[in-house]
């Protein structure tokens, strides 16, 4: 089993940065994706982004392209979601996810079924 921790959540003004960790424990397994999702109140959950093992692929929902950026460090079974230029649509819980299937389908579009899920952490944006 793998648990997942994420922090690095809180409350930002409209325009502002925060970068969220995830880190992994347990029994983790190689060459594993990772990646985000978030629900906004009242909507449901949805891909934010995700990075292969290696770290050279990375995918991200339209709506935070330019702006989020993932990464991993291996050695210490972390991820970051560095969130820039957030906005009030950005406010959601952000979970954290671990293993599964990572890809893209024949339009391009990713998508990526996790495996092991965080209990989430709160991201609100002011304006």
């Known amino acids: 089993q793998v648990q997942l921790e994420e922090s690095g959540g809180g409350l930002v003004q409209a325009g502002g940065s925060l970068r969220l960790s995830c880190a992994a424990s347990g029994r983790t397994f190689p060459n594993y994706a990772m990646g985000w999702f978030r629900r906004a109140p009242g909507k449901e959950r949805e891909f934010v982004a995700a990075?292969?093992?290696?770290?050279?692929?990375?995918y991200y929902t339209d709506s935070v392209k330019g702006r989020f950026t993932i990464s991993r460090d291996n050695a210490k079974d972390i991820q970051y979601l560095q969130m820039n230029s957030l906005n009030p649509e950005d406010t959601a819980v952000y979970y954290c996810?671990?293993?599964?299937?990572?890809?893209?389908?024949?339009?391009?579009?990713?998508?990526?079924?996790?495996?092991?899920w965080g209990q989430g952490t709160q991201v609100t944006v002011s304006s």
């Open positions: 996810a671990a293993d599964g299937e990572l890809g893209e389908t024949e339009l391009g579009d990713p998508y990526y079924y996790p495996t092991f």
């Open positions: 990075i292969t093992w290696s770290g050279t692929r990375t």
